[in-house]
């Protein structure tokens, strides 16, 4: 394969070296959130007055971790770093349930996440020949402007579509020949399903490649997109907290995302114990940015669960690489007392060709008890109307679930594009349990 790199000298930076960066990066935050009131308290509580007590990486242990709820503490102003006026831009969390948290840009951390989304877009494969039609939400939510700032910083014509309105989007892809996309991956499905309905041939449409991102999806919910656009998709991760997008990105090997560690310390550890985990085992990944001067943020917990490749990849960059994020620790669904994550409802039903493109998980209380019901559409080549295979194509799924998860659900069929969509990332779950039993 023919790799293009962005930085090929940092994104091929022998480990070693990478390692004396991140730890000269590490410094030079630790001294930039002396600056914000959150960590000068934090910091010096636990003996770190300057750069110079941190000799080593290993030295970060000495900082406890930043959760959610601290950024919330420090609404609006608690983790600011440098003068208000240096102040740029700033993206901040809907706050609809509860206090918002606010990230600060300077017009240099702008420029350095511009610069690691450029790294991403370019290392997949684009270049300043391509149209890239950007269709994710704009404004306080950071994947509209993270990718739209990297797609100009590659030279690429960057179209702002913003999420929605399948027909519109379709239009923009014929007038100007659009050759990647970025959108949610449940984006991106619900596109072909309309693609059908409005009767839009795929040799009308240009389109390449697709960045789905923003919410986690399985391989096969990727290799079911592949299939249907026939486009190659790209996994993008990344979270406010840490900019946005641009954190970790796959590379034209589409195994696993590199994460930029001349930008970010990546730690995985046990979410209940918070040790580190062994070597290539899951856990929640913590991260550290080594890039913002604004607003430093040191050992987030993302809640995030994933692992380490422990192989390097064959792309020859050094950076290590992410299993695609499987879920949120906090997404965990216990369904009379079995553990279950809705990335294992997920797999197996996307697995299935029957089944359409999207679907939902109800769960409620059926007295004492729980029910989990899985609602899910039918692929548009199934006709509603024929009960055979709909019963059949039931049976399939409640038994192959219970094979998987050890729970049997209630199966409900649903018409092609029939379920609701959501504009920003898809809601997948809805617990319809009351809170305190
Ligand atoms: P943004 O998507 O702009 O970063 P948020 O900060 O609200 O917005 O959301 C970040 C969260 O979205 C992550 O912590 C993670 O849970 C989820 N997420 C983002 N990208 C992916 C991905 N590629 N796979 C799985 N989950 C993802
Ligand atoms: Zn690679």
Redesign the pocket.
Known sequence: MNFQYWDPEIEKLPRNELESLQLNKLKTEIEISLRAPFYKERLSKNGIKSADDIRTLEDLNRIPFTTKNDLRDGFPYGFLAIARDEVIRL?S?SGTTGTPTVIYFSRQDIKNWAGFMARCIYGAGCTKTDVFQNMITYGL???GL?FHQGGEEVGMLVIPAGAGNTTRQFKMMQDYGTTVLHATPSFLLHLETKMKEAGVERSSLSIKKAF??????SEDTRKRIETLLKVDVY???????????GV?FECQCKDG?HIWEDGYIAEIVNPDTLEPVKDGETGELILTILCREATPILRYR???LTSFYTEPCACGRTHRKLH?????SDDMLIINGVNVFPSQIEEVIMAMKEVGNNYLIVVEKDGALDKLTVKTEVSAEIFMDDSRPLNALREKIKDTLQASISINPKVELHESGSLPISEG?AVRVKDNRPRDV
């Open positions: 993206h969390s939510f950071t994947g993270g789905g991102g923003a919410e986690p999806y996994n993008s991760y990344g979270l406010s907290e840490m900019n946005g997008p970790a995302l993302t809640r995030d695609r994020i499987t879920g949120r990332k």
